[in-house]
């Protein structure tokens, strides 16, 4: 796949020089497009790998504001309300959570249609999983390999988890 042509936003956090250690990943919070995430995708470039969450036209009546944030992630890895264990792919975990959101459009179905666990073999990328769609949230867990930095960007309404290569 092709990269996103994502810029960074004016949350995005600035790119430390790359060392032996992994880059710190720096919590980022913010307001989402929308209400509805529909997919996620991802892609790999020359030098990055990235996971989109592709968001949709809002709900007629959104129950407040669409929050988004992107924390590290500790295991151990489970799925939301059932607690079941999950094996994430990747030396480091990120978790991607968004609040807010409405889980069916207004005539009751789902709004979210894609894979909810994509595991690839990209240089830094290895896997992205739903592990939360209830009340709610939508939440995933993405785990990566190597030292790359993670930035959060925005290409039109979709929101992208970038990852550096080592």
Not at 12 to 35: M, N, R, Y
Not at 134 to 157: F, H, K, P, Q
Request: charged share 20%.
């Amino acid at each position: 796949s092709e990269a996103p042509s994502a810029t960074p936003s004016a949350t995005a956090a600035p790119t430390p020089t790359p060392s032996a250690e992994a880059c710190a990943v720096e919590p980022q919070e913010g307001l989402l497009p929308t209400d509805r995430v529909v997919a996620v995708e991802v892609a790999t470039s020359p030098e990055a790998d990235f996971v989109t969450f592709v968001f949709e036209p809002g709900s007629l009546t959104p129950a407040g504001p669409p929050r988004g944030e992107l924390t590290v992630a500790e295991p151990p890895f489970t799925f939301g309300p059932s607690g079941l264990p999950i094996d994430l792919a990747g030396d480091h975990a990120l978790q991607v959570r968004f609040s807010g959101m409405s889980l069916s459009n207004d005539v009751g179905e789902p709004t979210f249609t894609g894979d909810p666990d994509i595991t690839v073999d990209y240089p830094a990328l290895k896997q992205a999983i739903m592990y939360d769609e209830s009340e709610g949230i939508a939440a995933w867990y993405i785990g990566y390999d190597g030292t790359g930095c993670v930035n959060l960007l925005r290409d039109g309404d979709d929101v992208v988890v970038s990852i550096a290569h080592p």
